[in-house]
Every structure is written in C-alpha cells, then in structure tokens.
C-alpha cells in the first residue's frame, strides 16, 4: 500500500534489476482488520505493468511450491523471461496466525503477542512440543550453514587473491571503494580547489558552487554516484562530461554516474540507503528543499543508520523567488536540523560549498543534508586560514577587538550580517562580530572552548535566517531575525524586503539589543 513501493517497484522495471527477487505475504490481513476496505488493488497487473515478471498467487505455506517458484526466478534472473530482464515478485497466499486455533486469520495475530494461553494451543495444534527456545538437534544441523559458508569464503578469497596478484591495482581499488575510504590525495585535491576559490572569489550561487565542487571531486572519485528527482536542470547534480544512467525498451543498459529519478523524492532518497548498504559506491541526490518533506523518512533511516548518504536540497529559502509559498522552505532547514545523527549544512558562498561537500565525503557514519541557494551569493571567504574553521561548523568571518556585538547569520543571510555589521560601525561606532554558521549540528559538537571563541560570554548575539526563528534560541540570542510565516511570490530582493530581513532591519534590531542591554 505505501507509495514508495510504487515509486521504486517502478523504477525496478525501467532498470530491469532481474536479480532483485520479492515475495509478498498476501494475508489480506492489517492491524485494522481485513483490507478489503481499503485495499483492492490487483497486485498482479499492477506489477505487470511495472515490467515484472509475476509468478503466483501461490499457497505460502507450501515449501514446495515456494522452492519451485524461487528456481523459475533465479533461472529467469540469469536466463531472462520471453527475452528480457525483470524483476520477479512471488504472489504468496497465506494465512495469518497460521497454526493458531483463536487468530489465525484475524488482525489479533498482526498486532498483539498470542498470549501465554494461545502459544500453549498453537504448540499442540502444529504438533510442537519442544520448550521456548529449544531447538532439535535436526532442525539446527539444516539450518547450520557455518561449515558451507566458510567453504564458500575460503573460496572467494582465494579467487580474490589470485586477482590480487595479476591486477594489484584494481583489486586496490575494489578495496577501498568497499571500505568506503577515499582516494589517498582527495584530502589535498580538495585543499588545493579550496585555496583556489578563495583567491578567485566567486560570487555564485551555492547550488552552481556546488556543481563547481562536483565538476572537480567527480572526474576522480571513482564510485561517486549521484542523481536527482526530475530537477538535475535546477539542482545542477551532474558534472562536466558525467555520463548518465539509461535503459531502453530492449532492455541495453548505459552504465553512468548519474540517475534521473523520475519525480519519485522518498524512492529516490530510499535507493540511496540500498546503495551505501551495499557498498561500493557513495549515493548522493537532488531535489528542492521543500520536498524534502516527501525525503524524510528515508533521511531518517540514512541517521538511524550512520549511514553516509549526501542529499544536495536547492532553492533553500524565500531567495527563490517567485516560485511562491509552496516551493519556499521556511521551516525544513530547522525541521532538518533536529534529526539526530543528520550533518545539515547552509552554505554562505562557493568556498563554503566547498568545505562543506569535503566535510560530506570524508564522513563515515551519518548523512549530510547540503542546503544551497537559487539566487547568487557574494562571495565571504577569501583567506585560506579562516577557510580552516568553516567545516568547525560555525566561524568568526569578521571581528573588531573585544566586540560589543555578534551577529550570527547562515546561508545567504550571511551577506546581510555582513552589510549590517558595516553600518553598525559606521554609523554607531560600535564594535561588531560576524559569524557565519553554515552548520550549527557540526558546530554543536565543537570543544566548549571553540564554541567560546565564537560566541564570547556576555556580549549579546542577534541571529538572522529567512526561516522559522525558534530553532536558534538555543544559542540564546538577543533577538532572531526570521520569518514566523510562509513567504510569497516575488523576485528575491522583494520578498526579503516585504519580511523586513534586510541589512537595515539586522541593524536596527541589533541597535535596540544593545540599548535594553545598556540600560539595564
């Protein structure tokens, strides 16, 4: 019933994963009862129609016709059904609670336990007369597959050696892809386009700084695997000369490093999972921020996980104009942020971007979420010292000595900070602190001493984020510049300018902090 097998069990048959073989316990049986209220769906042409191939229904509780239905699919996953290749689903009719005399066949055996008194007439009624956890010594010697399995190990590591010897290269790399480590140089390769873009200075949006930091870790990270949700036009997800993943009718796949999904956000984000399970390679995907919404599921299994999936979510705020109210996020990158084990990262400009993919690739146990904008971004960081402290999370950008004020900004807000800051000294003499905060789930695990640094005791802080204000009093802030509302449909400089999130309003917030603060 849920929509995500629609959206993968599709996608299977376009790829034809004839390997993938699926049995579906048809019990007709729900915790809410027989689904024939709320479930008619021919399963079998509807799995037809996604180009697999169906065997059954079937009786589920006859080992013998199950055995013989998984040999017709492994023969067809090698051999192929009438000429092509396809996944199978086996249709398995069975009875819920089968054996018990009270709930076989009824919700009770989906959702509660059978109860003491059941077990005991379950045991009688399938003929078990052995203690709970007391298995026949028949039953484990079938079931012992230690001795085949070692045999089959000590197998394939021989083969594996003899590879090893004749192609000692590959066999390298087959290792670390599956380990998942990165090429030895990628630490510096990334410095190198660090450093280069803090000279050149870009002033690019953060979704094309993203797709210029793709342009460079693509090419030579083999294993790489990237994709998007029918928006790689507008996430930018692929890079120069990267080749992208196709099947046609005939079933002749083109091999690539790059997915088009479909308009399928929760399978898409869900295949990723599989992908880093299996090994191999490291998934990545696209889509715009606000549908991260139908993504969340599968983020939060990718966190429970620590598993290292890399979500690339563009248009990330009222800046995408006027797209209007239903494609600007004002509560997701909070939203996101409270999903434990979830690195979430709103870069300020290209340099950011940058750090923060690095900080997404050399992360091995939990996502990372890169929140990136439509509109262009000046860009902040031009020293390779202050660089170093970005992927801290958060950082000082500017500071006068013994500052009377901070301002803390993430994204693109950040230029707002900025260009307050500069007003602020100015017109009032005041001494100012900006500090970027690309990503405050990083910065939070930082020594109580960096954080200190960044955020001194005792001077009052004001925070400006175009989004929902309550995540951030956290850091116990003066005042939040934000927005407590959705957006509306206008070019980007005027809708900040309608919600008052500009450089004067950072200003003026920060002039009247300081004054409660002095006059008390």
Known sequence: MEGISHETCALAGVWGLSKLIALYDDNSISIDGNVEGWFRDDTKKRFEAYGWNVIGPID????????????????????????????????CKTVIGQGSP??????????????????????????????????????????????????????????????????????????????????????????????????????????????????????????????????????????????????????????????????????MAAICNGITLHGGFIPYCGTFLTFSDYSRNAIRMAALMHQRVIHVFTHDSIGLGEDGPTHQPVEQPSSLRLIPFLHVWRPADAVETAVAWK????????????????????????????????????????????????????????????????????????????????????FDQQSEDYKASVLPAGVPRIVVEAGVTDFWWKYQPAAVVGLDRFGESAPAPDVYKHFDITATAVANTARRALALKNSK
């Not at 919700?107 to 009688?124: M, P, S, Y």
Request: proline content about 5%.
């Open 102 to 267: 009270n709930r076989a066949g009824t919700a009770k055996a989906h959702g509660e336990a059978l109860g003491a008194e059941e077990i005991t007439l379950t045991r009688k009624a399938i003929g078990w007369p052995h203690a709970p956890f007391e298995l026949p010594d028949e039953v484990v010697k079938a079931w012992d597959a230690r001795q085949s399995g070692q045999a089959h190990e000590a197998a394939w590591n021989k083969l594996f050696e003899a590879y090893s010897m004749a192609h000692s290269g590959k066999a390298a790399e087959f290792k670390r892809r599956m380990s998942g480590g990165l090429p030895k140089d990628f630490a510096a390769t990334m410095q190198a386009y660090i450093d280069k873009l803090c000279k050149e200075a870009p002033s690019v949006a953060s979704r094309k700084a993203s797709q210029m930091a793709l342009d460079e870790i693509g090419p030579k990270l083999a294993g790489l695997l990237g994709g998007s949700a029918d928006l790689t036009g507008s996430n930018l997800t692929n890079w120069k000369g990267v080749a992208s993943l196709s099947v046609n009718r005939a079933g002749e796949l083109s091999p690539g490093q790059h997915i088009s999904y479909g308009v399928r956000e929760f399978g």
């Open 359 to 442: 900080a997404a690739l050399e992360r091995h146990d939990g996502p990372t979420a890169l929140l990136l904008s439509r509109q262009a971004l000046p860009a902040q960081v031009t020293s390779s010292a202050t660089a170093a402290n970005v992927a801290k999370g958060a950082y000082v950008l500017s500071s006068d000595p013994k500052p009377q004020l901070v301002l803390m900004a993430t994204g693109s807000e950040v230029s707002l900070a900025v260009e307050a800051a500069k007003m602020l000294r100015s017109e009032n003499r005041l001494k100012v602190r900006v500090v970027s905060v690309p990503s405050t789930t990083v």
């Open 60 to 91: 589920g509780h006859d080992v013998a016709q199950v055995s013989a239905a998984l040999e017709q699919a492994r023969d067809w996953a090698a051999n192929g059904c009438k000429g092509r290749l396809a996944p199978t689903l086996i249709i």
